[in-house]
């Protein structure tokens, strides 16, 4: 057994022999070497396979790192400029789709749906170009005209534009101006640039977009589709003819003062312009100005939300902002803001609440109605107190008073007592108080 196991331990082949046997076999050796394993002891080692030349392995492999760097400076460069190239396009791209161009002389048109040719302003350019305008109505930032644009095909119905001029510090004013009257100029001007920044992309249907801007030399020209019903103020004065101009109108619906159905149409429109600028607009935008002069009637009646000339584009991260000048107008702001200086989102709530009981009760805060009361009570406090006592019939404007109507107007009346609560805290978010609203209409639709 032991012998066995020797003898077998002599002929066991070890591994590497084997290896090097097959590595041989094709050499014609390799029969003979596997009949005599002892034998290819004594051969001569097997010739190893012979090695690639050194000199011609190492070219290739700088080849290959040469083509590597080549191709990767090559593929960035492209990928870089491909980057630039398409970053242009899309630049160009977003601002046809947002409709806005600008022309070689500063003329920037946002909404060329409205103004096709850049031409068509080319009066606004020179300096009597207002000269035969009608003014059709006079703001705090200057006076607002009225204009048509050139019709360009027959039978094509005429478009009209407001430009509003907007007076620049410095321009043809004279020099010694009183530090009043400084201060007002650097109001108007931080006004203007912050009503171009923002409106000029917004786009809603209940918020009326700035269609152009002209700068001028002394002045800025801030074009809008004109708005033949005139401001809800107008309309609920009842005022003669469809615009603040006095202009005929075809509908007449604005100057005949507005019905129930219409008021509430335009409450739920405002509220869906507020919600878009609280809620959906990134960042948030606060109006700082709601009033009835604030809010367009357009062709339909469908209300429109101007003037954003008080409007900030808020950083997500801040929920005010402090105001470097006074906002708002009496009547419509919110009784924090007096102390604070702050205008909140909250604050254009109570405005928006304000404008709520005006639609209701047909009377706006400056109403004579309040003036000759014994005791100074505005318009909110007024509806408060009316609403506690439960005397409801008293609130609701007698234009639009009647069985059909009274349940939905006294909901509208709580919401706006809700909308103008002292306190901010408790006052609804803009989305909350469309959604309220919006129910009503739906329930108006049904019935
Ligand atoms: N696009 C428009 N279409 C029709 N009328 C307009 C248009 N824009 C403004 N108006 C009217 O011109 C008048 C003056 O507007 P402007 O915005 O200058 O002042 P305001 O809104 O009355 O006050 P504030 O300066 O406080 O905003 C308003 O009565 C308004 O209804
Ligand atoms: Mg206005």
Redesign the pocket.
Known sequence: MGTRRVRHRHTATPHRYVLAEKSNATGGGGAKNRSSPAASNNATSPAPAPPAEPSKRHRSHRHRVRNWIIGFVVGSLAGVISGLVLSVLFRLFLNYVRGRYRTRSGVTIFTPKLIRRAEHLAFLEKDDGLASLAV?????????Y?AQLPVEREGEEPRFI?I?KIKKHGGDTPNNLSDEESRQLDKWSRQIQSEIRTVGHIRHRNL?PLAAHVPRPDCHYLV?????N??L??ALQGGGGG???GTSSSSGGAAAGLSWPARLRVAVGVAEGLEYLHVSHRPQIIHR?L?P??I?LDDDLEPRI??F?LAKAMPDAHTHVTASNLAG?WGYIAPEYHQTLKFTAKCDVYSFGVILAVLATGKEPSDDFFKQMDEVVGLVKWLRRVMLAGSHAKAIDPAIAGAENEEQIVLVLRIAVFCTADDPKERPSANEVRCMLSQIRIHQELV
Do not use: P
């Not at 059709?136 to 607002?144: A, H, L, P, S, T």
């Open positions: 059709i109505g006079r703001g705090g930032c200057g006076e607002v009225k407001a509003k009326l809008y589709e004109y708005m033949k005139g401001s103020h107008h615009g603040d101009d100005d009033k002069a604030n367009l101007a003037d000339g107008t």
